[in-house]
């Protein structure tokens, strides 16, 4: 221990004194008591803030409803005038017990004189820019205004607070805006935790490691809440209407560049920490390609959302009107010189089919022998060498076709025979 080290140590134990004495003659016994714990928890040595004096400050401000008030206007005036950065953090260090250690009610008083304007976390005396310790005052009282948000439930797990004025009220797990209040909530309280990484770890001393280490065991139960919540949050993406996609998306991007960063940051407090054992979360990294999918998802539902559904049934073929008359008589003057087939009664004016269809019928007339017909074995129904009632001539659409009596017919599927 240097001499300077010893001479800020012997000045800060006589201011310690004077305070002490200060706050005995002016104060009745109850404040008393609670400025004198808040000296001693945050007295000018190289020793983190000793828990007998948080039990005995929890339970001073557990006898009255204004010892809260008035422990909060300790606390503030402490870091204020304070010139020595042990002493704001082993004040800030305090606060921070303070929130984990209290009672439901004492905390809910905590927050609503934070909400006031009663309770200042001010570091004036400490300008940012003096070096890396001195950033770690400012963040980590940044991060104490956001843990001030936050209680724990009777489960044990933080959870964030949603203020209405005086009142205080938790989102129910399965209430249907719950999500969209909590993760963000969740990423907040995570970036004021990776703003609390000392850049140079060369200066980093035990008060500062024990300010860390339970920095990270609050970060690491917001951690697996905000998994738990991504991964409903995917699940139920297209269960969500419009407006609801498009914040779970802006979320689950966030996370996604929050992924990399956490796991840099555990990576880094581990060798600042050193061998102390702290069940360090499995953080899952969220790629780009699955933010880029769920947006691709987004887009192609909005798409198909904006395609025109009609609700009028198809129209039946049978509905379709023929031309009429006059459309008919210009057709045919069109078609002059041409044979035009009439349609008959009841056959459509308009064909099913997208465009006219032709058959040809060739206008020769082969003659078989008998022999060779009746070698052929194919027979037409309603046909047969018997019959007598079919005309001798075929007229089909102007065309005459002269037929002659046979006893056989010709057979496409048999190969010719020999002779032919």
């Known amino acids: 221990m240097d001499v300077r080290t010893k001479l800020r140590l012997a000045l800060g134990s006589v201011k310690d004194h004077a305070s002490i004495g200060k706050a005995m ?10 400025d004198i714990a808040v000296v001693r928890a945050t007295a000018h040595n190289n020793a983190p803030v000793d828990e007998q004096f948080v039990r005995e400050i929890l339970s001073l401000v557990s006898e009255s409803p204004r010892a809260v008030s008035f422990l909060t206007r300790r606390i503030s005036h402490r870091l204020h005038k304070t010139q020595d950065r042990i002493v704001a953090l082993k004040t800030l ?38 070096g890396d310790s001195i950033a770690f005052l400012h963040n980590y009282a940044a991060f104490l205004e956001e843990r001030i948000r936050w ?5 044990g797990k933080l959870e964030p607070v949603l203020s209405h004025g005086s009142e205080f009220q938790f989102y129910e797990e399965k209430s249907k805006g719950a999500i969209f209040f909590r ?39 917001v951690y697996r809440s905000l998994s738990e919540g991504i991964t409903a949050l995917v699940d139920c993406f297209f269960d969500h209407k419009e407006p609801q996609r498009a914040m779970a998306l ?5 996370a996604s560049s929050q992924s990399y960063k956490l796991s840099a940051f555990l990576e880094n407090c581990k060798r600042i920490i050193g061998s102390i054992s702290l069940e360090y979360p499995s953080i899952r990294i969220i790629t780009m390609d699955c933010v880029s999918s769920m947006e691709e998802s987004m887009s192609c539902s909005q798409t198909v959302g904006s395609w025109p559904i009609s609700t009028d049934p198809p129209p039946s073929i049978l509905d379709v009107e023929r031309p009429s ?30 465009c006219k269809l032709e058959t040809k019928i060739s206008t020769e007339w082969v003659e078989f022998d008998k022999e060779d017909t009746q070698s052929s074995g194919l ?31 010709y057979n496409p599927f048999v190969d010719p025979v020999d002779g032919w």
């Not at 802006?250 to 966030?254: A, D, N, S, V």
């Open 151 to 155: 209680v724990i439930n009777q489960e």
């Open 25 to 34: 003659v002016c104060r009745g016994d109850l404040f008393c008591a609670i």
């Open 379 to 409: 027979i037409f129904p309603g046909i047969d060498d018997q019959s007598s009632g079919l005309a001798d001539d075929l007229r089909i659409d102007g065309l005459e076709i002269k037929q002659e009596k046979s006893n056989g017919y």
């Open 250 to 254: 802006e979320i689950y991007r966030r």
């Open 325 to 354: 008359k006059q459309v008919t008589d210009t057709i045919r003057e069109a078609n002059i010189g041409e044979e035009v087939m009439e349609e008959p009664i009841g056959v459509l004016a308009v064909s099913p089919f997208p």
């Open 93 to 130: 260090l305090l606060v921070h017990r303070l929130l984990r250690g209290g009672a439901g009610d004492f905390k809910q008083e905590l927050l609503k004189t934070y909400l006031y304007g009663d309770f200042p976390l001010n570091l004036h005396l400490f300008p940012r820019n003096s």
């Open 183 to 221: 993760l963000p909530k969740c990423q907040a309280f995570l970036d004021r935790v990776m703003d609390c990484l000392p850049i140079d770890i060369t200066w980093v001393d035990f008060i500062t490691r024990v300010s860390l280490i339970n920095i990270l065991r609050e970060s690491f139960q």
